[in-house]
């Protein structure tokens, strides 16, 4: 991305099991060089990242000046798993939500990173269609992870923590319906491009001679 003013971009995918985070990303993304952009997926911390506070894996991934980041799964996981199993408490809950509204507005700020999050919003149906192919399609066994069907009974407690997020975030959240596929990643196509033509941005000039 070229500009007098030189822009990242963090795109954030942030769902429930099946949700299509990885197809999104590689949907979405198909056609951009790969030279100018990174995807960072966050699962369980290790040992390492538990022994720092909650953002430190985050922040070492967000994107330099002129790059694009993909997150799949992202910061919210700290406010999402662990309050759903109650591993913290409501006031750490709430102390975190302002670290990472913190966070955000600091990339924006600091960095002219634009941060847009989807929340992919698959229904408890289509969820438990996507999980049984996992177990049905050979093409898919390597997406099946037991555990998946484990969180899926936490369902109502998981709405619950997602509408926090959501409703307290002051970068506000798209909330993309994915039951579709193909309007899954037409909606964040479409939201990715209108945020980028907004900032009419021109290729640079030549020196002058």
């Known amino acids: 991305m070229y500009a007098e003013k030189k822009y990242s971009l963090l795109v954030v995918f942030q769902g429930m099991d099946g949700s299509g985070k990885d197809g999104a990303a590689h949907n979405v993304f198909y056609n951009c060089r790969m030279s100018g952009m990174t995807v960072a997926s966050f699962k369980k911390p290790s040992e390492e990242e538990f022994a ?14 002129g790059m694009i980041t993909v997150f799949n799964r992202s910061h919210y996981e700290d406010i999402l798993i662990q309050r759903v199993h109650g591993w913290i408490d409501e006031i750490r809950v709430a102390k975190r939500m302002q670290a990472i509204n913190a966070f955000e507005e600091l990339l924006e700020f600091d960095n002219n990173t634009l941060v847009l999050k989807f929340f992919l919003h698959i229904s408890k149906e289509e969820q438990e269609i996507q999980l049984q192919q996992r177990k049905d399609d050979p093409e898919k066994f390597w997406k099946h992870n037991p555990g998946d069907w484990k969180e899926r009974e936490y369902w109502d407690q998981y709405m619950g923590a997602y509408e926090y997020a959501l409703n307290n ?34 290729y640079p000039e030549l020196p002058k001679d």
Do not use: G, T
């Open 52 to 65: 720092h506070d909650f953002l430190w894996r985050i922040h070492k991934h967000a994107p330099a000046k």
């Open 169 to 202: 975030a002051s970068i506000p959240w798209e909330i993309c319906p994915v039951d579709q596929r193909w309007y899954r990643d037409y909606f964040i196509a479409k939201s990715i491009v209108a945020r980028l033509e907004s900032l009419n941005m021109q």
